[in-house]
């Protein structure tokens, strides 16, 4: 082979397990962009419920010694609960009108979350389950990581239930009714309140998935995840265009690779910068996102 | 004083103004009325730049304001109304119109004076403008707290504040029992008598054949008529589309 | 003694970081970049004593200024995004300046010691106030001698026109338009102000603490930029004021025999206090009694 052949592969390998790893990013984005597509406003603490999911499947993985697949269930489901606690204390009662509330009880809820995850720990990493991360893929002259290969797959699966869930079921035509006019959604018999507590729900379901997958591909748990996983989750839901489901899915797996194959030339340090560069080029040159309609709201 | 030249919107496919030419005169008050959805308050808005317009043009006192953004059409001296009223709630009645002041003072104070001196001057201005709107022993109430009708009269007091020329009013009577359009039709005429050039769009008929000197007539866009009131109400393509429909 | 006047620097400096967040906030932009601000004035601060051994005041300002100019540039772009975009984009641009920070080396040798940023092991040595004699005292009465004034004018600001202006900007922004406001000198000139501020709070702050990092200008000081404003109702800087003698005084200080159990009361006492007070501790209408309780006449 040449030896341009060879300058190339390793930036291709790199883009590759970026893209993989990316499918975190974009579930974490669909969590982010499905609150703001019902309630139109932003949940700051969804990436700290979604660590905090995983780190409450860890009882089931150190107490039961349960299989890799069944924790992560157990993540998912932990994190539907935090999300339902989120809504009460941050989105049900404060009245529609005052946005800032909102968004300063979700940041409360962040570092509380955060906090109850350091206390429990002791602030320690903690070794999380993984399946598959013996396995190599050999497919000349690329590698495929077999857990980065599961996470992407277990992604995929995830994404194709909610979208199911949203466009196939009672419950998702209500959710996208209540989003697109929750007046008239009302007038119809769909309760605003249900509606969005299930979002919640659904989308912490979701992140607790997200969570789960961050802790198996890193192979630990840390509560200095959260802020960085919620800096990147709010990148992809705005370079995939806000209220986007495709969007954020797209924008997850480009945010993936994108970082990977900067990490690659420029090290870990230097990296998010230019993913930063990245938001700001969407930003000027393209502020509605890749599939997001040009909207007066905001 | 006003001239639209083919001036077009469309959104999507969807024609809100097409093709839409009209002339309004130095002091006259010309009302533009129409059913729901027939395109007068997007001619508003493109009037004072809110949105960009598809093709067409606006010219003011000679000066091409198309697409100018919204202060510098304040600034040529186009004030406005609008259907929901939109005040600043969080502010007082006073400050409303301290607000607007702005382009009026831009040629008589200097820069500081203007931004960061005392609340005495403003507080001045602002007094003959309440008095004009009813609203003298309101100064110090938030607009939030005003009844419906106060706001509508505030409304117009801010637009006065910039001291405009043409006064954009749009549906200001929406909501008013029959007291109060009166009264409204007494101030509209007030201002009249005071130099100023009114573009009434309206919904309520008793207001606009009352006051008005001159009407256009849009339907889905276009203009169907113009003419005298008297000889709008007798217009036979304005009976069908409009009155015909909505009102008889 | 000296317990006192560091808790009052630290309130000093988040009041600084605070009212800079306000300005911007009174316009209705939420901007998450305040913190990004900070680190440019503390770090360029730092370095015109330190590396060009500048007298203090002439180095906040400089820091101070090129702060202001860095956010009149993230001004204008910023305005072409709103509402939550806008949190996103700030967020961003602060994480910028912090991973720039991070990766920003400038070492010069003094006597026989580097001194100098570098990198992920910060800046040290900004010993300022302790070779010039300093004492604690000294530097908790400079410190409050800049608030005091970043406070009355900013006061000022909120009882002329400009500050109806910019809330009502913050109100509703076509209806600004509409009254002849020009909505993007508005904006840019609330950005600049507020970087203004916070480049004072940092340059400020590099020297109280001599030692600085990219990590003391994370998310979370952003959030604290804009808790104190929000917390403290938008109606008055002594709203912001009271904020962080709640959150720092309080919460950090007096709870301190709480240990690390304290940043967990903090997040449940944040959410509290939005859902009992959505609009700050110290809305409107305790303001309005403050001013009654003072015999003042109601404007």
């Given at each position: 082979?040449?030896?341009?052949?060879?300058?190339?592969?390793?930036?291709?390998?790199?883009?590759?397990?970026?893209?993989?790893?990316?499918?975190?990013?974009?579930?974490?984005?669909?969590?982010?962009?499905?609150?703001?597509?019902?309630?139109?406003?932003?949940?700051?603490?969804?990436?700290?419920?979604?660590?905090?999911?995983?780190?409450?499947?860890?009882?089931?993985?150190?107490?039961?010694?349960?299989?890799?697949l069944?924790?992560?269930?157990?993540?998912?489901?932990?994190?539907?609960?935090?999300?339902?606690?989120?809504?009460?204390?941050?989105?049900?009662?404060?009245?529609e009108?005052?946005?800032?509330?909102?968004?300063?009880?979700?940041?409360?809820?962040?570092?509380?979350?955060?906090?109850?995850?350091?206390?429990?720990?002791?602030?320690?990493?903690?070794?999380?389950?993984?399946?598959?991360?013996?396995?190599?893929?050999?497919?000349?002259?690329?590698?495929?990581?077999?857990?980065?290969?599961?996470?992407?797959?277990?992604?995929?699966?995830?994404?194709?239930?909610?979208?199911?869930?949203?466009?196939?079921?009672?419950?998702?035509i209500?959710?996208?009714?209540?989003?697109?006019?929750?007046?008239?959604?009302?007038?119809?018999?769909?309760?605003?309140?249900?509606?969005?507590?299930?979002?919640?729900?659904?989308?912490?379901?979701?992140?607790?998935?997200?969570?789960?997958?961050?802790?198996?591909?890193?192979?630990?748990?840390?509560?200095?995840?959260?802020?960085?996983?919620?800096?990147?989750?709010?990148?992809?839901?705005?370079?995939?265009?806000?209220?986007?489901?495709?969007?954020?899915?797209?924008?997850?797996?480009?945010?993936?690779?994108?970082?990977?194959?900067?990490?690659?030339?420029?090290?870990?340090?230097?990296?998010?910068?230019?993913?930063?560069?990245?938001?700001?080029?969407?930003?000027?040159?393209?502020?509605?996102?890749?599939?997001g309609?040009?909207?007066?709201?905001? | 004083?006003?001239?639209?030249?083919?001036?077009?919107?469309?959104?999507?496919?969807?024609r809100?103004?097409?093709?839409?030419?009209?002339?309004?005169?130095?002091?006259?008050?010309?009302?533009?009325?129409?059913p729901?959805?027939?395109?007068?308050?997007t001619?508003?808005?493109l009037?004072?730049?809110?949105?960009?317009?598809?093709?067409?043009?606006?010219?003011?006192?000679?000066?091409?304001?198309?697409?100018?953004?919204?202060?510098?059409?304040?600034?040529?001296?186009?004030?406005?109304?609008?259907?929901?009223?939109?005040?600043?709630?969080?502010?007082?009645?006073?400050?409303?119109?301290?607000?607007?002041?702005?382009?009026?003072?831009?040629?008589?104070?200097?820069?500081?004076?203007?931004?960061?001196?005392?609340?005495?001057?403003?507080?001045?201005?602002?007094?003959?403008?309440?008095?004009?709107?009813?609203?003298?022993?309101?100064?110090?109430?938030?607009?939030?707290?005003?009844?419906?009708?106060?706001?509508?009269?505030?409304?117009?007091?801010?637009?006065?504040?910039?001291?405009?020329?043409?006064?954009?009013?749009?549906?200001?009577?929406?909501?008013?029992?029959?007291?109060e359009?009166?009264?409204?039709?007494?101030?509209?005429?007030?201002?009249?008598?005071?130099?100023?050039?009114?573009?009434?769009?309206?919904?309520?008929?008793?207001?606009?054949?009352?006051?008005?000197?001159?009407?256009?007539?849009?339907?889905?866009?276009?203009?169907?008529?113009?003419?005298?009131?008297?000889?709008?109400?007798?217009?036979?393509?304005?009976?069908?589309?409009?009155?015909?429909?909505?009102?008889? | 003694?000296?317990?006192?006047?560091?808790?009052?620097?630290l309130?000093?400096?988040?009041?600084?970081?605070?009212?800079?967040?306000?300005?911007?906030?009174?316009?209705?932009?939420?901007?998450?970049?305040?913190?990004?601000?900070?680190?440019?004035?503390?770090y360029?601060?730092?370095?015109?004593?330190?590396?060009?051994?500048?007298?203090?005041?002439?180095?906040?300002?400089?820091?101070?200024?090129?702060?202001?100019?860095?956010?009149?540039?993230?001004?204008?772009?910023?305005?072409?995004?709103?509402?939550?975009?806008?949190?996103?984009?700030?967020?961003?641009?602060?994480?910028?300046?912090?991973?720039?920070?991070f990766?920003?080396?400038?070492?010069?040798a003094?006597?026989?010691?580097?001194?100098?940023?570098?990198?992920?092991?910060?800046?040290?040595?900004?010993?300022?106030?302790?070779?010039?004699g300093?004492?604690?005292?000294?530097?908790?009465?400079?410190?409050?001698?800049?608030?005091?004034?970043?406070?009355?004018?900013?006061?000022?600001?909120?009882?002329?026109?400009?500050?109806?202006?910019?809330r009502?900007?913050?109100?509703?922004?076509?209806?600004?338009?509409?009254?002849?406001?020009?909505?993007?000198?508005?904006?840019?000139?609330?950005?600049t102000?507020?970087?203004?501020?916070?480049?004072?709070?940092?340059?400020?702050?590099?020297?109280?603490?001599?030692?600085?990092?990219?990590?003391?200008?994370?998310?979370?000081?952003?959030?604290?930029?804009?808790a104190?404003?929000?917390?403290?109702?938008?109606?008055?800087?002594?709203?912001?004021?009271?904020?962080?003698?709640?959150?720092?005084?309080?919460?950090?200080?007096?709870?301190?025999?709480?240990?690390?159990?304290?940043?967990?009361?903090?997040?449940?006492?944040?959410?509290?206090?939005?859902?009992?007070?959505?609009?700050?501790?110290?809305?409107?209408?305790?303001?309005?009694?403050?001013?009654?309780?003072?015999?003042?006449?109601?404007?």
């Amino acid at each position: 082979m040449s030896d341009f052949w060879w300058d190339v592969i390793d930036p291709i390998q790199s883009v590759l397990d970026g893209v993989m790893f990316g499918s975190i990013y974009a579930l974490i984005g669909i969590g982010f962009t499905l609150i703001f597509g019902v309630m139109h406003k932003i949940n700051l603490a969804y990436a700290a419920a979604s660590i905090g999911g995983a780190y409450a499947s860890l009882a089931a993985f150190q107490l039961l010694s349960a299989p890799a697949l069944v924790v992560f269930l157990c993540a998912a489901v932990a994190s539907g609960v935090i999300g339902y606690a989120v809504y009460i204390c941050c989105f049900r009662f404060i009245p529609e009108h005052l946005p800032l509330a909102t968004l300063m009880a979700s940041v409360g809820m962040l570092i509380l979350i955060d906090e109850v995850v350091v206390h429990a720990t002791a602030g320690m990493p903690e070794p999380y389950p993984a399946m598959f991360d013996d396995v190599m893929i050999d497919l000349e002259p690329f590698w495929v990581r077999g857990d980065l290969l599961m996470i992407f797959v277990l992604s995929v699966i995830a994404m194709m239930i909610l979208l199911y869930i949203l466009y196939r079921t009672r419950l998702g035509i209500a959710t996208r009714a209540v989003a697109q006019q929750p007046a008239a959604a009302q007038l119809c018999g769909i309760g605003q309140q249900n509606t969005n507590a299930v979002t919640f729900i659904i989308t912490g379901a979701l992140g607790g998935l997200a969570g789960a997958m961050v802790g198996a591909s890193v192979g630990i748990l840390s509560p200095l995840l959260a802020l960085p996983l919620t800096v990147k989750g709010l990148i992809v839901t705005v370079i995939g265009g806000l209220g986007s489901i495709p969007g954020a899915i797209v924008a997850g797996l480009l945010v993936g690779g994108f970082e990977n194959v900067f990490q690659y030339f420029r090290g870990v340090t230097e990296r998010d910068i230019y993913v930063m560069l990245l938001l700001f080029v969407f930003l000027t040159f393209r502020p509605q996102g890749l599939f997001g309609r040009m909207s007066t709201r905001d | 004083m006003l001239e639209l030249h083919s001036l077009s919107k469309h959104f999507g496919g969807v024609r809100a103004v097409d093709d839409l030419s009209l002339t309004v005169n130095q002091g006259e008050i010309f009302g533009l009325i129409g059913p729901n959805g027939s395109g007068k308050s997007t001619t508003v808005n493109l009037i004072c730049g809110v949105f960009p317009t598809t093709s067409g043009a606006v010219v003011f006192e000679g000066q091409d304001i198309t697409d100018a953004a919204s202060h510098r059409v304040v600034a040529a001296g186009i004030g406005r109304t609008f259907q929901n009223i939109r005040l600043f709630g969080d502010l007082t009645v006073w400050q409303n119109l301290w607000v607007a002041q702005n382009s009026v003072e831009e040629r008589e104070t200097g820069w500081f004076a203007r931004w960061l001196g005392g609340q005495r001057r403003g507080r001045d201005y602002a007094g003959e403008l309440l008095k004009f709107a009813g609203l003298a022993d309101r100064a110090n109430e938030l607009a939030r707290n005003l009844a419906f009708g106060e706001q509508r009269r505030l409304e117009m007091a801010r637009a006065l504040a910039a001291r405009p020329k043409l006064l954009l009013l749009d549906e200001p009577a929406a909501g008013m029992n029959a007291e109060e359009v009166g009264q409204l039709a007494t101030r509209i005429r007030a201002l009249r008598e005071h130099g100023m050039t009114i573009l009434l769009v309206e919904h309520v008929m008793e207001l606009v054949m009352g006051v008005t000197d001159r009407i256009a007539v849009l339907n889905f866009g276009q203009k169907i008529a113009e003419g005298a009131p008297a000889e709008i109400q007798s217009d036979p393509a304005v009976r069908t589309a409009y009155l015909g429909t909505a009102d008889a | 003694m000296d317990f006192y006047y560091g808790m009052a620097q630290l309130i000093g400096v988040h009041t600084l970081l605070g009212l800079s967040a306000y300005v911007v906030l009174l316009t209705g932009q939420v901007s998450m970049a305040q913190a990004g601000f900070f680190a440019i004035g503390a770090y360029l601060a730092g370095m015109l004593t330190v590396l060009a051994g500048w007298h203090i005041v002439p180095a906040m300002l400089l820091a101070a200024v090129a702060s202001a100019f860095v956010a009149t540039v993230v001004g204008f772009p910023a305005l072409r995004v709103k509402g939550l975009m806008l949190v996103v984009a700030t967020l961003a641009f602060g994480e910028a300046v912090r991973i720039f920070w991070f990766n920003f080396d400038y070492q010069i040798a003094k006597g026989n010691i580097q001194v100098g940023p570098l990198g992920g092991e910060g800046f040290k040595q900004i010993r300022y106030f302790p070779e010039n004699g300093w004492s604690t005292a000294d530097v908790a009465l400079f410190i409050w001698a800049w608030v005091i004034a970043a406070m009355v004018a900013l006061w000022w600001l909120d009882r002329s026109r400009v500050g109806s202006v910019l809330r009502a900007v913050g109100e509703d922004e076509l209806a600004a338009q509409s009254v002849g406001i020009n909505l993007t000198a508005v904006k840019v000139s609330a950005m600049t102000i507020g970087g203004f501020i916070a480049g004072l709070g940092g340059a400020i702050y590099a020297h109280y603490t001599t030692h600085i990092e990219h990590l003391n200008f994370g998310v979370i000081l952003a959030t604290f930029a804009i808790a104190y404003p929000i917390l403290g109702g938008l109606s008055s800087v002594i709203g912001v004021l009271i904020a962080v003698i709640f959150i720092q005084g309080f919460l950090v200080e007096v709870l301190r025999f709480m240990g690390d159990w304290r940043n967990l009361l903090f997040g449940a006492l944040i959410v509290l206090a939005m859902n009992v007070r959505p609009d700050g501790l110290f809305d409107a209408r305790a303001m309005r009694t403050l001013r009654r309780l003072f015999g003042a006449r109601d404007a």
